[in-house]
């Protein structure tokens, strides 16, 4: 599996972005997907996943309430829709496939190259 994320850029706190994660390669849908996160000087973090049918999503507490993750398995797609942004989400998200539903990065076998998302306050 191929992963390709965007989306990522510049935003005030309080506003949204949407990233993507383009798939290609194996079958996407039979993959639990996920988010993680990275910031400066700090250590991979879990932001979300999805499991392959879409039924069971999972997010971080820092996640819960404000963003929202999505899978279009037609368009092998994954999404990360973003709301009320903070300083402390500014990272790099990381798209992964994984065949276990984990908040481990080590569970997962393919990773997008990540891009930046940045919130000023």
């Known amino acids: 599996v191929q992963l390709q994320a965007s989306g990522g850029g510049l935003v005030q706190a309080g506003g949204s972005l949407r990233l993507s994660c383009a798939a290609s390669g194996r079958t996407f849908s039979r993959y639990t997907m996920s988010w993680f996160r990275q910031a400066p000087g700090k250590e991979r973090e879990f932001v979300a996943y999805?499991?392959?049918?879409?039924?069971?999503?999972h997010y971080a507490a820092s996640a819960k309430g404000r963003f929202t993750i999505s899978r279009d398995t037609a368009k092998n797609t994954l999404y990360l829709q973003m709301n009320s942004l903070k300083s402390e989400d500014t990272a790099v998200y990381y798209c992964?496939?994984?065949?276990?539903?984990?908040?481990?990065?080590?569970?997962?076998?393919?990773w997008g190259q990540g891009t930046q998302v940045t919130v000023s306050s």
């Open positions: 999805i499991i392959w049918s879409g039924d069971i999503t």
């Open positions: 992964a496939a994984g065949t276990v539903q984990s908040v481990s990065v080590n569970q997962y076998d393919y």
